[in-house]
C-alpha cells in the first residue's frame, strides 16, 4: 500500500482566506487525506482562542504556524507593513518547516501544497522543493479570469502597468457573460491609498505566475454560476460552494467566537421575517455611517440579526445612536460575530443585508437568500454585478450626494427587496442549482472527487 497523502495548506492571513480553505480542508480530510494547516503565529492564536473546545479541533486536521516577521503588538492592518514583512521572512519559514516535517517521518512526508492564490510565494517554494502545488482562489472566478488577462489588457493599451487603473474610459468586458469591469470595479482599485493599489495590483500580477507553476487551481465557486469565467482560466475546478454548515461542528475557522445564541432567537422570529446584517471581517464604516445603518434597519420594523464585529466603526467601540438600543430590544438582535451559514440556512432569514465579499457572496447563493448590497472594496464592487446584474438576486443601495448610504435608503430597498417575488424565485433557483452541483454527479461533485483521486495518487 501506498504511502498516506499528506497535504500542507498555506492561506494567506484574513478571515476571508482563512474560512474557505478551512472548510476545503475538512473536506479533504474526510477522504482519507493527512492535512496540516499553516497560519501565521498571530492567526493560529486568534483562531484556536476562538474554538469553544480547542481539541475538537485539533483531533481532526493538524493546525500549524510559522512566524510573519511582526512582533506581536505590530499593526497587522497596516497593509503595506504585514505584506512586506510576509514576502521577507514567510518563503524561509514555510521551506524551513517543510524540510522539518519531511525529515522527522517518512510516512508523513509532505506530498502537496495547496496555496492561496495570493501566495504565490508559497507555490514557488514548493516547486522549487519539487513537490505538488495546487492553488486555491478565495475569490470568484470573475475577479481571477480578469487577474489572468493583467498582461494581455495592458499590451492592448487599456490598463496602466505600473497601478492597473484604466488608461480610458473603455470598460474591460472579458465575455458576453462576465460583468464589465469599469475603474471603481477593478479588484485592486484604491483611489484612496494609490501606494496600496499599486502594491495589490504587482501582487496580482506575480502571483499569476506563479499559479501558472501550480498543477490546479481550485476555487470556490460553482461552473454554472459563472462558466464563461471559468472558461477562462486554465486547470480550474470549481468545487463550491464549501459549505461547513452540514458535517462540521465547531471548526477552527473563525478569528472570532461565533455567538450561538443567535439560532435560538431565530427560532423565535416568524419565518421569512428576518433581516441578516453582516460586513465579513474587513469593512469598516464612519460614525456617521453606522448611525445611518441603524436607523435604516430600525426604520423597517422588522426583526433584525446584525453582526456588529468590534473593530466595525472607525472609532474605537460603535456608538449606537441615542436610545436605538433601547428602542430596538424587542426586536433587535446584535452580536459580534454570527455562524453566518446557520444564519443564512435558517427559515426565519428574509434577506441579507451584505458588503458582496466573495465568501458571503456563496454563503448566500448556497442558501437561497435575496441580498441586499452594500460593497465596500476591492472584488466587492463586481460582486454585486454578479448578484444583481447577472444572477438577479439581489438590489443594490445607492449613496446620496454626500456620498453616504442613508437610512431611507436603506428603508426604501429593504422594502422593495423583500415583496420581490422575481428575485426570491431567483435565489431559489440558484440554491437549486448549487445543491446539484455538490451532490452527487454535480459538477462541483465531480470536480472534487476527480481532486482527491490526484491527490492520492
Ligand atoms: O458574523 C459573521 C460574519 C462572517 N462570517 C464568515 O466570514 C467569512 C467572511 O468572508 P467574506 O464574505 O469573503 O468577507 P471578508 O472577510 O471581507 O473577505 C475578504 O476576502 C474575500 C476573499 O478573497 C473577498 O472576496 C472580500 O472582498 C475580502 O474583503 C465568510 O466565510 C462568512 O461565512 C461568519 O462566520 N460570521
Not at 493546525?63 to 521572512?89: C, N, Q, Y
Not at 479570469?145 to 472579458?174: K, M, Q, V, W, Y
Not at 430597498?413 to 452541483?437: C, H, P, W, Y
Amino acid at each position: 500500500m501506498g504511502r498516506r497523502p499528506h497535504v500542507l495548506i498555506i492561506p494567506f492571513p484574513a478571515q476571508g482566506h482563512v474560512a474557505p480553505l478551512m472548510k476545503f480542508a475538512y473536506q479533504i480530510s474526510d477522504h482519507g487525506i493527512k492535512v496540516t494547516f499553516v497560519n501565521s503565529d498571530f492567526i493560529h492564536e486568534k483562531l484556536v482562542a476562538a474554538l469553544p473546545d480547542e481539541d475538537e479541533a485539533r483531533s481532526r486536521i493538524g493546525l500549524a504556524s510559522i512566524p510573519d516577521g511582526l512582533g506581536p503588538g505590530e499593526d497587522r492592518k497596516d497593509s503595506l507593513k504585514l505584506t512586506d514583512s510576509i514576502f521577507r521572512v514567510m518563503p524561509g519559514h514555510l521551506k524551513e518547516f517543510m524540510e522539518k516535517v519531511n525529515n522527522s517521518n517518512d510516512d508523513e512526508k509532505i506530498t502537496c501544497v495547496i496555496a492561496d492564490s495570493a501566495f504565490g510565494w508559497a507555490l514557488e517554494v514548493a516547486d522549487k522543493m519539487g513537490i505538488k502545488r495546487v492553488a486555491f482562489c478565495p475569490f470568484g472566478p470573475g475577479s481571477l479570469a480578469l487577474a489572468f488577462h493583467i498582461p494581455r489588457l495592458i499590451e492592448a493599451g487599456l490598463l496602466n502597468s505600473t497601478d492597473g487603473s484604466l488608461l480610458n474610459d473603455e470598460l474591460i468586458c472579458l465575455a458576453k457573460d462576465i460583468p464589465a469591469f469599469s475603474s471603481n470595479r477593478l479588484p485592486w482599485s484604491c483611489p484612496s491609498d494609490p501606494t496600496l493599489q499599486e502594491v495589490i495590483f504587482r501582487l496580482a500580477f506575480k502571483d499569476i505566475s506563479a499559479i501558472n507553476l501550480s498543477n490546479w487551481l481550485i476555487c470556490n465557486s460553482v461552473y454554472e454560476l459563472d462558466s464563461s469565467a471559468c472558461d477562462l482560466i486554465p486547470n480550474i475546478l470549481p468545487i463550491g460552494p464549501l459549505i461547513a454548515n452540514n458535517h462540521l461542528g465547531h471548526y477552527p475557522g473563525n478569528f472570532w467566537p461565533e455567538d450561538s445564541t443567535c439560532i435560538s432567537w431565530l427560532d423565535k422570529q416568524p419565518a421569512g421575517s428576518v433581516i441578516y446584517v453582516a460586513f465579513g471581517s474587513l469593512a469598516i464604516l464612519s460614525q456617521h455611517q453606522f448611525n445611518e445603518l441603524a436607523l435604516g434597519i430600525e426604520l423597517v420594523g422588522r426583526p433584525f440579526l446584525w453582526v456588529v464585529r468590534s473593530d466595525f466603526t472607525n472609532g474605537s467601540d460603535a456608538e449606537y445612536p441615542d436610545g436605538f438600543i433601547e428602542r430596538v430590544a424587542e426586536n433587535g438582535k446584535i452580536v459580534s460575530w454570527a455562524p453566518q451559514e446557520k444564519v443564512l440556512a435558517h427559515p426565519s432569514v428574509a434577506c441579507f443585508l451584505s458588503h458582496c465579499g466573495w465568501n458571503s457572496t456563496m454563503d448566500g447563493i448556497g442558501m437561497g437568500v435575496p441580498f441586499l448590497c452594500w460593497p465596500y472594496v476591492v472584488d466587492q464592487f463586481h460582486n454585486q454585478s454578479y448578484i444583481c446584474d447577472k444572477w438577479k438576486v439581489g438590489l443594490g443601495l445607492n449613496p446620496d450626494e454626500n456620498g453616504f448610504i442613508s437610512r431611507h435608503e436603506i428603508k426604501k430597498k429593504i422594502e422593495m427587496l423583500v415583496s420581490d417575488d422575481v428575485i426570491k424565485a431567483n435565489a431559489e433557483k440558484l440554491k437549486e442549482m448549487t445543491r446539484k452541483s455538490v451532490s452527487e454527479g454535480g459538477s462541483s461533485y465531480k470536480n472534487f472527487q476527480t481532486f482527491v483521486e490526484v491527490m492520492k495518487q
